[in-house]
């Protein structure tokens, strides 16, 4: 097997463990309103409760991606990161910080004028001609999420020929891109609730070793998704069993990041599933 890693910052992050990317929403309409983080004492609560329940990187959000979202002018997303991250580095100097973001603009001001470690980027570069460009120039890790449309009709977007087979080409034509381009730290993400129906969720789950052709590192984002409280009955905020299981099925199966709401718990099912894996 492949031995992962990612370059953050000049040094060299192996994967032989997963690593969980704890969730910071400064939007006021995301999905689970538990994770809304408005004022800078919010925030201050937030982050470092991600760093103390053992998260290894903030992923840090100003543009909510739910589905049928509001689209937002890119000052406002500006605005708003650039609150969040100031605050991010007068508390905690030293944390790993990757942006959720499809705006190339955005990226570019979030590494340049803060120090971001990482790009997270929903649309792999669909939403935004720059974008590739952007993450080659600024040496970043880069996450390409696979999603048809935007946040706003993603959800008029879920037929394909062959789910997995897919989502593979879409990642191979990508990935060949970047390469050519210079972009040395790829993160493959399948796209969890975006452009998927509930069942072709479980089906991805169930085939995320399919990705491993790819010998990239791969994250998983379910935490309190639909294809938990919709299957389940109920919703995003009585959710985290679900997650748990959720989390344990995508280790087990080759995801490598977690992103998660609720970092204590992702870290002790990471735990788990490895002492699981030493047999």
Do not use: W
């Not at 991010?88 to 910080?97: D, H, K, M, S, T």
């Not at 993603?154 to 970047?178: C, N, P, S, W």
């Amino acid at each position: 097997m492949v031995c992962k890693s990612i370059n953050i910052k000049g040094s060299l992050v192996t994967l032989e463990a997963p690593l969980i990317m704890g969730i910071l929403n400064i939007t006021p309409d995301s999905f689970y309103a538990g994770s809304r983080k408005q004022t800078a004492e919010e925030i201050e609560r937030r982050i470092e409760a991600i760093l103390e329940e053992g998260g290894d990187m903030i992923d840090i959000g100003g543009y909510s991606s739910r589905p049928g979202a509001a689209d937002i002018p890119e000052k406002q997303e500006r605005e708003r990161l650039a609150f969040a991250l100031g605050i991010i580095n007068r508390r905690c100097p030293g944390a790993v910080v990757s942006v959720d973001t499809f705006r190339a603009g955005i990226a570019r001001y979030c590494v340049e004028e803060f120090g971001v470690a990482m790009i997270n980027d929903i649309s792999g570069g669909e939403l935004d001609a720059s974008m590739f460009e952007t993450v080659a120039d600024l040496q970043v890790p880069y996450v390409m999420m696979h999603m048809r449309g935007t946040p706003q009709t993603m959800q008029q977007h879920t037929g394909y020929g062959h789910l997995t087979g897919d989502i593979r080409r879409y990642f191979a034509e990508k990935v060949d891109q970047l390469r050519q381009m210079g972009v040395n730290d790829i993160i493959l993400d399948p796209g969890f609730g975006f452009s998927k129906t509930l069942e072709q969720n479980y089906t991805l789950l169930r085939h995320l070793e399919d990705f491993e052709m790819f010998g990239l590192p791969l994250l998983v984002g379910v935490s309190r998704k639909g294809m938990i409280y919709k299957a389940l009955g109920g919703t995003p905020e009585d959710s985290l069993n679900g997650t748990t299981a959720l989390h344990t099925m995508a280790l087990l199966n080759g995801a490598d990041i977690l992103r998660v709401h609720d970092v204590r718990e992702a870290v002790e099912v990471a735990g788990l599933v490895a002492e699981y894996k030493k047999g």
